[in-house]
């Protein structure tokens, strides 16, 4: 089993644009605050938005390495019928997709 940080992979963006919603250190949905779009926003907008995120979290003392990308709202059917090839890699480090928030950096 790999270690989840190791070896980092792309999580497609299809996964926001299949309805995976973006969660910070604390929680909370965030893209509200970056665009009216959510995590429909173009790639550059939502690379900037988990980058502030991240670095926020830091200056305010807690350990954010990643935010999360959540899917598990969606029946586990679907998901692993769409992305099968990301739930294989994830669930090799530990992740269910269809279960788990997904840790996620720029």
Known sequence: KKKPRENAFLVTEA???HGGRLF???????MAAYDD???LAPRDVVAR??????KA???AG????????DISH?????????????AAELASRGIDMAVDRIPVTP
């Open 49 to 54: 938005a988990i980058d502030r995120e991240i």
């Open 74 to 86: 969606l029946p586990a059917e679907d998901v692993l019928g769409h992305f099968p090839g990301i």
């Open 62 to 69: 807690n350990e954010a390495a990643c935010v999360y990308l």
């Open 57 to 59: 979290a830091t200056a």
């Open 37 to 39: 779009r959510l995590e």
């Open 24 to 30: 910070n250190a604390a929680g909370e949905r965030f």
């Open 15 to 17: 996964v926001r644009g």
